[in-house]
């Protein structure tokens, strides 16, 4: 089965600097959702890359899928304390089947600091 | 704006009751979801379903059954909770029609159930 693996579990950062998740597939990926949780919530849709090289951004919020490495990475610039939460990436298993559930990373939890 | 609606955000109940997750969509989408979240361990699926009337087992659908009886709504129960049931438990749900235009899953905010 497919598994995502998240980098860093935890990022702690001052307000104002940048920041980059990783997520890794151990299979190939058929597009990348990421979403983020505030706490004790539920998830809310960031963006979704399907193609290799893709790029996308949500505010100050980056994401890029590399297919070849099978990751995906989400950057943000100037981060604000509205930045923290939990940030969580999911893919499907298969390219085939839409109904194929989603697969999720175990999450990212930053901390925004003043 | 279109929502998932699960009933409740916090539930405690005793070991050994059963008890009903009830989570409803407006968006008439095929697909219906049931996830427990626990710290470490992320996102596990339980139980999904296609279509009205139809289920599928998750990862981990062990003490848990599922009900569709309409489209917009999704039920999870428990037959016989117990402590290790503890848990942040999330309803989502999509349609092909979303996966085509990337909008991926809805979640509802979670009810967040204590076994005791």
């Known amino acids: 089965s497919q598994e995502l693996e998240q980098s860093p579990q935890s990022l702690i950062v001052q307000e104002g600097k940048n920041l980059t998740i990783n997520c890794t597939s151990s299979k190939t990926l058929y597009g990348l959702y990421w979403y983020k949780q505030k706490y004790g919530e539920g998830l809310i849709f960031l963006m979704m890359?399907?193609?290799?090289?893709e790029e996308k951004s949500h505010e100050k919020i980056t994401a890029k899928l590399d297919e070849k490495k099978q990751q995906s990475s989400l950057h943000i610039t100037a981060s604000q304390p509205s930045h923290a939460g939990i940030y969580l990436c999911g893919a499907h298993a298969t390219l085939i089947s839409g109904n194929t559930p989603l697969v999720f990373g175990k999450g990212t939890r930053l901390s925004v600091i003043a | 704006d279109v929502k998932v609606t699960q009933s409740s955000r916090y539930l405690v109940k005793r070991t050994g009751e059963k008890v009903f997750l009830e989570c409803v969509q407006d968006m008439d989408h095929e697909n219906m979801f049931w996830y427990r979240q626990d710290p470490g361990l992320g996102l596990r699926l339980i139980y999904f379903?296609?279509?009205?009337?139809?289920?599928e087992k998750g990862d981990i659908p062990e003490g848990y059954s599922v009900s569709r009886e309409k489209k917009e709504r999704f039920s999870l129960i428990l037959e016989s909770a117990s402590t290790n049931q503890t848990s942040m438990y999330l309803c989502?749900?999509?349609?092909?029609?979303?996966?085509?235009?990337?909008?991926?899953?809805?979640f509802g905010s979670g009810t967040r159930l204590t076994v005791v």
């Open positions: 989502a749900s999509s349609s092909e029609t979303d996966r085509a235009t990337n909008y991926g899953y809805t």
């Open positions: 379903s296609y279509d009205v009337k139809m289920k």
């Open positions: 890359l399907q193609k290799g090289g």
